[in-house]
Each structure stands twice: as structure tokens, then as C-alpha cells.
Nanobody, 122 residues
């Protein structure tokens, strides 16, 4: 059973920084895509940043130059360094992983963490 556990959210003033972490637990050989989405109140969930395939990274245009995604494959962990935070970055941030190879087989479906709240005050 694969589980994603996020940490690192909280309250920060505009211009500040936060670092989110997401660890995938379970018997995992590899993860094809892993990254972060967010959902602000009253809005749809949107991509923030994600590693896909052979190491390519996609960033949302709104976070380019401010957020940096990184990963530790040995720990099945992905990080999101968020700098120059703005009030509009306020949202619940969800970790996502898909294309997971385990001893029981390959799972192409999406796995989601429970989310961590990031609040940026003006």
C-alpha cells in the first residue's frame, strides 16, 4: 500500500519562504511522476510543479522563478521550496505520485496525499 505524507505547511508573511516535503511510503521500486498540486478556496486543483518521466520538470507559470521542486529518489521524497510567497499562493498543497512500480506490480493511477495548508498573509 503506497501512502504519501506531506509536511511543512504553515502561516507565513508575503515575501517569506516555506519548504514542503512529501514522502512516499511502502515497498516502492520507482516512481515515474511525482510533484505538487494546490487548491485554493473556491478554485479547482491546479498543477504547481512536477517531475515527469526521465527527470523533466513542469512548473505552473505563476510559480516559475519563485518555487523549486527537487527530489531524493533514494528516499522516495519530493520537496517544494517556495520563495517570495504571495497571498495568492494561499492554498492546500497536495502531493501527487503516479506510475509507481512495486513488488506487487505497476500502478499507473494517481496517488494523493491528504494535503498541507499554506497561508500567506499580506
Amino acid at each position: 500500500q503506497v501512502q504519501l505524507v506531506e509536511s511543512g505547511g504553515g502561516l507565513v508573511q508575503a515575501g517569506g519562504s516555506l519548504r514542503l516535503s512529501c514522502a512516499a511510503s511502502g515497498s516502492i521500486f520507482s516512481i515515474n511522476a511525482m510533484g505538487w498540486y494546490r487548491q485554493a478556496p473556491g478554485k479547482q486543483r491546479e498543477l504547481v510543479a512536477i517531475f515527469i518521466g526521465g527527470g523533466s520538470i513542469n512548473y505552473a507559470a505563476s510559480v516559475k522563478g519563485r518555487f523549486t521542486i527537487s527530489r531524493d529518489n533514494a528516499k522516495n521524497t519530493v520537496y517544494l521550496q517556495m520563495n517570495s510567497l504571495k497571498p495568492e499562493d494561499t492554498a492546500v498543497y497536495y502531493c501527487n505520485a503516479r506510475g509507481i512500480a512495486t513488488p506487487a506490480g505497476y500502478y499507473g493511477m494517481d496517488y494523493w496525499g491528504k494535503g498541507t495548508l499554506v497561508t500567506v498573509s499580506a
